[in-house]
């Protein structure tokens, strides 16, 4: 089984999740996320300047909505502030609830999540135990809905814990080791956090289910440590300074791998990241 390669749907700024569906498989793409999602109503969606999907929206409505352009859904991002204290204004574990329910409704398989940054002066201050601990208080109920529901719940390389193989395996390791708790390996996000890619694809092969491609340039190395994760590379991938044939190499014959998504910036860097990964045996 050959790794399939997608899109990600916010490539163009400003404009509705139907205008992103139909740029992608303008460019040549056969699948695609649920990228950006809101609980409830939103202004920007409504008056068409924002491309997100409601969480409370019909399922099968976002479901019609990618088939009408040729895509095929193949996660649900469910990015989360897991490290900060609950709030209503921010997503936590109620949003990643109702992105389980979405992908089930959907027939997707897979919501991806993380910590992200710590964004509260409360979060800064918390220990590596402390960081744990809240992270997995807000992912126990999301983890045994996933699992009642058919869903696999991927935690992505994003925030201080995530973006360690040794983080990553306290995670896992502090929910139980559930069978349907996997990774999605974000390769940019991953090194920016300090980490290897390729490492932290050998350590996880059994594990992960996805993969965001990302490939960063020279100059970034100095942000390495201090950053927890960006949107999309700016280069295409094979013109930066990560090992993106590596991991491709590692994870070809993954047990759980068959979907992928290209984060990268412009026409161009997109189309040249297609034609390498297909160079490397993608399709």
């Known amino acids: 089984m050959s790794i399939k390669v997608g899109c990600f749907a916010l490539i163009d700024p400003f404009s509705s999740l139907d205008h992103q569906l139909e740029r992608i498989a303008g460019l040549g ?3 695609a996320d649920v990228t950006d999602s809101h609980p409830g109503s939103s202004l920007g969606r409504d008056y068409g ?3 997100t999907v409601s969480l409370d929206d019909n399922p099968l409505d976002v479901k019609r909505l990618f088939e009408r352009h040729g895509l095929t859904i193949t996660s649900v991002c469910a990015h989360a502030t897991l490290l900060d ?3 209503p204004a921010r997503f936590g574990t109620t949003e990643i609830l109702k992105a389980i329910r979405l992908a089930a409704g959907m027939g997707v398989a897979h919501v991806i999540t993380t910590e992200g940054h710590p964004q509260t002066e409360w979060a800064h201050k918390l220990s ?3 960081q744990l601990l809240v992270i997995v208080d807000k992912l126990y109920e999301p983890v045994r809905l996933a699992a009642d529901l058919g869903v696999v719940l991927l935690l992505e390389p994003h925030g201080p814990l995530t973006d360690s193989i040794d983080g990553l395996g306290d995670i896992i390791d502090a929910l139980g080791n559930p069978p349907n708790v996997g990774i999605n390996l974000d390769t940019g996000n991953s090194w920016l956090g300090g980490a290897d890619p390729v490492a932290m694809a050998k350590a996880f092969k059994d594990r992960i289910y996805h993969i965001h491609w990302k490939d960063l340039p020279a100059e970034w190395e100095a942000k390495r440590g201090t950053m927890w994760g ?3 590379g ?5 013109d930066g300074v990560i090992d993106i044939k590596g991991v491709f190499e590692v994870l070809k014959d993954a047990p759980h791998v068959e979907y992928s998504t290209l984060e990268v910036g412009g026409d161009a860097n997109m189309l040249k990241s297609y034609a390498y990964l297909k160079s490397l045996g993608a399709e």
């Open 230 to 232: 960006c949107g999309f």
């Open 234 to 238: 700016p280069v295409a991938l094979g």
């Open 85 to 87: 204290p609950v709030s």
């Open 29 to 31: 793409f056969k699948y």
């Open 49 to 51: 300047f924002a491309a």
């Open 128 to 130: 590596r135990k402390e």
